[in-house]
């Protein structure tokens, strides 16, 4: 009978260790799946891809008068941080122009390349009207050109848009917005 009750405590030992190997691989994987959940909500805003470059609707080329001066349009979009999301946010500024009796238009970044303030489209200004930075005295042409480059303290012209031509013989006017980086003689987008 001693050799009958020796022989019974090895397989409580197999039995023990398989219910403690399987408490601590199940352990584990109610531990580690909330946590790779908790990691990937934590991550997500650095792995999200931006929307920054997309093709904006703007306005109906109906409401664009074909008189050759621009006009200043809100780019409209929704903004997303890192956790939240808010629609119909204004993130810009941008001028279209259509010359009289076409039907193209020209769209224009509404920001200043020198030091990035908003400028002014002023009729009355020049001959057929001019673009004005309140904050250097920059002035530009109603196509965007600087009226004087070497006096000028604007390092480049304004900054010209695309505008999706399918979507404009439509009657719609959709442009790519994009901001530029301040101070440099190249247009360089802001990623």
Not at 20 to 42: E, H, N, Q, S
Not at 68 to 89: C, L, S
Request: charged share 25%; glycine share 10%; hydrophobic share 35%.
């Amino acid at each position: 009978m001693a050799k009958n009750m020796e022989s019974i405590p090895p397989q409580e030992d197999r039995r023990g260790f398989f219910s403690k190997a399987a408490a601590v691989v199940i352990g584990g994987l109610v531990g580690v799946i909330p946590f790779g959940a908790g990691l990937a909500t934590l991550l997500d805003p650095i792995f999200r891809k931006g929307d920054k470059g997309e093709f904006r609707k703007i306005a109906a080329l109906d409401a664009i008068p074909d008189d050759g001066f621009p006009r200043r349009y809100p780019v409209i979009a929704t903004q997303r941080d890192a956790w939240n999301v808010y629609p119909n946010q204004p993130i810009g500024a941008i001028y279209l122009r259509r010359l009289p009796g076409e039907s193209t238009v020209e769209a224009i970044n509404a920001v200043c390349p020198h030091a990035g303030c908003f400028v002014d489209f002023n009729r009355e200004a020049g001959d057929g009207g001019l673009f004005q930075c309140p904050c250097h005295r920059s002035d530009f042409k109603p196509d965007g050109e600087r009226l004087e480059p070497e006096t000028c303290p604007s390092p480049r012209n304004l900054d010209t848009l695309e505008v999706d031509q399918q979507k404009l013989a439509k009657g719609e006017v959709w442009v790519e917005f994009k901001n530029f980086k301040a101070g440099h003689p190249e247009k360089e987008p802001i990623q």
